[in-house]
């Protein structure tokens, strides 16, 4: 296969390079990363500044680009320009850090593989827990033997997978729904040397979801938790829901009409 690498924790993250290093053995990488970090930029792309590629010496046998963007400008560029449009599959990662709950919402790793669903290509978002002692060439090869086993023809339009992998052994995989784990946000006041006033962001994990199949769940049971996820976030059930609030509302307003146009017309008669 030919595969897209990109992340949001800069083209000289570990978990990146040790990923394309693995995945050269047996595929075509390309690596297409943003220069520096570019965590918790979400889906953000640059379209009012330029987006800098240069290409840099890594390794002797993989193509590797730093960008000046953010990681869904990653993909579009390396999909469209660099990649001349033959990519069998996009990858972002691995992250240095969950991608659990809300964190889906904020996560460039993230949106890097929902960049690639959009455009059509099977895609995957792989995170790591933030240990310095991760082993990294592990999860690199669960990933190459993850993708020549999965098949990714069961994946529905603009669908990607978030795997995120355990510490320690790994036993396996397991489908996980995306949990509510979220944070507490706390926001400490400092001054700077000029008397201004900023503020630090800091914040308490928050896992209350009891379902048992929760992504956090799943990884501290010691499995990869594969998530289905994709852009669009309308909520369904909620629609329905709203749709009979909305007739109903109709079904007023058609009455209410209804009744002073006979109103009108019982006093005309007089």
């Known amino acids: 296969m030919r595969i897209l690498l990109t992340n949001d924790d800069g083209v000289t993250s570990i978990g990146l390079l040790t990923l394309a290093e693995v995945l050269s053995e047996r595929h075509d990488v390309l690596v297409v990363a943003p220069e520096s970090e570019q965590s918790a930029t979400g889906h953000a792309i640059t379209v009012r500044m330029p987006i800098w590629v240069k290409r840099v010496k890594v390794f002797e046998h993989i193509p590797v680009y730093a960008t000046t963007g953010t ?3 990653c993909v579009k560029l390396g999909v469209e320009v660099i990649g001349e449009k033959n990519i069998d599959l996009v990858i972002s990662g691995i992250n240095f850090g969950y991608n659990l709950g809300t964190d889906i919402v904020y996560s460039g790793t993230v949106s890097g593989a929902i960049e690639g669903a959009l455009l059509g290509i099977a895609s995957l978002a792989l995170s790591a827990p933030a240990v310095e002692d991760f082993d990294y060439k592990k999860a690199a090869k669960f990933t190459m033997d993850f993708v020549e086993e999965f098949d990714f023809s069961i994946l529905e339009k603009f669908t990607a997978l978030s795997l995120n992998f355990p510490i320690g052994e790994i036993k396996g995989w397991k489908v996980a729904r995306q949990s509510a784990r979220r944070y507490a946000d706390r926001f400490e006041a400092r001054v700077d040397p000029m008397g201004n006033t900023y503020y630090w962001m800091y914040g308490d994990v928050v896992e209350d979801d009891e379902r048992p ?22 909520h369904e059930p909620l629609l329905e829901k709203l749709r009979e609030v909305s007739q109903r509302e109709k079904d007023k307003v058609a009455w209410r009409s209804s009744a002073q146009k006979e109103g009108q017309g019982s006093l005309s008669d007089r």
Do not use: K, L, Q, S
Request: proline content about 8%.
């Open 71 to 73: 990681p869904a400008d």
């Open 213 to 234: 199949d929760c992504d956090y769940v799943v990884v501290r049971e010691g499995y990869v938790a594969v998530t289905p996820i994709t852009v669009f976030m309308t």
